[in-house]
């Protein structure tokens, strides 16, 4: 069973476009959500987080919002670079721990020229 | 700095063989983890270290599998008996502290069992 979800498992977006790359989770203990990407060849790399006591984090072109009610987060990239072409893995973790971080299976993002 | 480094990059073994991976965290990072990512897969947590002890093997996923870290620096993770389902990408990420603090993985060990 599942406990964090990427429905997509790919998403092709257009330069300059919006890229929105959606996570579900289903577990209400997590309380710490993070955003890995990840080239081929490579390990992931961190690249934004949020605490369940806010709705949104912004890093430059990159937003994270979290719906708890839904027991939904979103990565917003904005505007969309061919660099950005990774697969995204969303992270929850209880109690702001990563002793054991539960991984979606990740989004492929591509973004086209 | 240096970052975590994992070898073999890539390591094919017959079933049934033993074999060991090894990480290099960074340097000051007390937190250890190992995970794994099968195809088509998401990461699977196998084992987190504070220092040289595991407050978490809950990710294992038999008695085949052991890690060990000694010094606070370096882990090894052994594959005992190899069966083809251990292919995989095995990751080691390290951090400074084990709340709050992201991870910062290695380029992973490419596993394959044949």
């Known amino acids: 069973d599942q406990q964090v979800k990427q429905n997509s498992p790919s998403l092709s977006v257009q330069e300059g476009r919006i890229s929105i790359l959606n996570c579900d989770y289903t577990?209400?203990?997590?309380?710490?959500f993070l955003w890995y990407k990840k080239y081929p060849a490579e390990g992931p790399t961190f690249l934004i987080s949020i605490s369940s006591i806010k709705d949104k984090n912004e890093d430059g072109r990159f937003t994270v919002f979290l719906n708890k009610s839904a027991k939904h987060l979103s990565l917003h990239i904005v505007p969309s670079q061919p660099g950005d072409s990774a697969v995204y893995f969303c992270?929850?973790?209880?109690?702001?721990?990563?002793?054991?971080?539960?991984f979606g299976k990740g989004t492929k993002l591509s973004v086209k020229p | 700095g240096a970052g975590v480094s994992q070898s073999p990059s890539n390591k094919v073994t017959e079933k049934g063989k033993d074999v060991e991976l090894r990480c290099d965290p960074i340097s000051g990072h007390t937190a250890l983890y190992w995970y794994r990512q099968s195809l088509g897969q998401g990461l699977e947590f196998l084992i987190y270290?504070?220092?040289?002890?595991?407050?978490?093997k809950s990710g294992l996923p038999s008695d085949r599998f052991s890690a060990e870290r000694t010094g606070g620096s370096v882990s090894t993770l052994t594959i005992q008996r190899t069966q083809q389902e251990d292919s995989a990408v095995y990751l080691c990420?390290?951090?400074?502290?084990?709340?709050?603090?992201?991870?910062?993985f290695g380029n992973g060990t490419r596993l394959t069992v044949t």
């Open positions: 990420a390290s951090s400074p502290a084990p709340i709050g603090s992201p991870l910062h």
């Open positions: 992270a929850a973790s209880v109690g702001g721990s990563q002793g054991n971080l539960i």
């Open positions: 577990n209400s203990m997590f309380d710490y």
């Open positions: 270290f504070q220092g040289n002890s595991a407050p978490d």
